[in-house]
């Protein structure tokens, strides 16, 4: 399924699959003819409840995400090991306190699976996502995100449409005041996104009072 020009989603099927939770994610091998393998991690965009689905944006100079988001189709093969991870995740069935999300672009990946399980499990527990993306064309997700019942806030970094009644600026600190929840709702906050993103919002957040036990994050790209 194509998200966006540069993001598509892959729905995998894998025999013995084990199950996953939400925001795990997956080691994908890829070995050439000549025997050169690449080997990338992706997370798992689907709900526990669902088979494995990678959401895979394309990156121009990269060795796997090209293929999976250009080339593969149905019926190719390649190596899955996974799922992996029990930091990162959130349980509908444990949760009581509300849902904080703040993604950078395709960041929201773990997050979309955090809230398809809230969806299939019925849950009921607060949630809200904070979307950061250049454009609205970049935004992966974006009529399914129309459609859960899930405070969605989108700011658009880089070009805004005509009309447009969102934030139009990076993620800072006097953001993050307006459009997450107060510390004192004590919120499981999730932070996914390049590394420079994760570590401002994660800084801001702690700065605004949140506790930095509460705040997980999983970041991608350059130190």
């Given at each position: 399924?194509?998200?966006?020009?540069?993001?598509?989603?892959?729905?995998?099927?894998?025999?013995?699959?084990?199950?996953?939770?939400?925001?795990?994610?997956?080691?994908?091998?890829?070995?050439?003819?000549?025997?050169?393998?690449?080997?990338?991690?992706?997370?798992?965009?689907?709900?526990?409840?669902?088979?494995?689905?990678?959401t895979?944006?394309?990156?121009?100079?990269?060795?796997?995400?090209?293929?999976?988001?250009?080339?593969?189709?149905?019926?190719?093969?390649?190596?899955?090991?996974?799922?992996?991870?029990?930091?990162?995740?959130?349980?509908?069935?444990?949760?009581?306190?509300?849902?904080?999300?703040?993604?950078?672009?395709?960041?929201?990946?773990?997050?979309?699976?955090?809230?398809?399980?809230?969806?299939?499990?019925?849950?009921?527990?607060?949630a809200?996502?904070?979307?950061?993306?250049?454009?609205?064309?970049?935004?992966?997700?974006?009529?399914?995100?129309?459609?859960?019942?899930?405070?969605?806030?989108?700011?658009?970094?880089?070009?805004?449409?005509?009309?447009?009644?969102?934030?139009?600026?990076?993620?800072?600190?006097?953001?993050?005041?307006?459009?997450?929840?107060?510390?004192?709702?004590?919120?499981?906050?999730?932070?996914c996104?390049?590394?420079?993103?994760?570590?401002?919002?994660?800084?801001?957040?702690?700065?605004?009072?949140?506790?930095?036990?509460?705040?997980?994050?999983?970041?991608?790209?350059?130190?």
């Open positions: 399924m194509t998200e966006t020009p540069h993001v598509r989603t892959l729905v995998l099927d894998v025999p013995g699959w084990p199950g996953h939770r939400a925001g795990q994610h997956v080691d994908v091998r890829l070995t050439a003819e000549d025997g050169y393998q690449a080997e990338r991690s992706y997370s798992l965009a689907s709900a526990p409840a669902d088979g494995p689905a990678l895979v944006e394309r990156l121009d100079d990269g060795e796997v995400s090209p293929y999976l988001v250009d080339e593969v189709v149905p019926g190719d093969k390649f190596e899955l090991r996974g799922p992996i991870g029990g930091y990162f995740v959130w349980d509908a069935e444990e949760a009581a306190q509300p849902l904080m999300l703040v993604a950078g672009g395709s960041g929201i990946v773990p997050l979309m699976a955090m809230l398809r399980h809230r969806a299939a499990s019925g849950s009921k527990v607060p809200r996502l904070l979307y950061s993306s250049r454009s609205l064309g970049d935004v992966i997700y974006r009529a399914e995100l129309e459609q859960l019942d899930v405070d969605v806030v989108h700011t658009l970094t880089r070009e805004q449409p005509p009309g447009w009644t969102g934030y139009g600026r990076r993620v800072d600190v006097d953001l993050l005041r307006e459009a997450c929840f107060a510390p004192s709702d004590d919120p499981r906050v999730f932070v996104g390049p590394t420079s993103f994760v570590e401002a919002v994660a800084d801001g957040l702690v700065s605004l009072g949140h506790r930095p036990g509460r705040i997980r994050t999983e970041r991608f790209g350059g130190a």
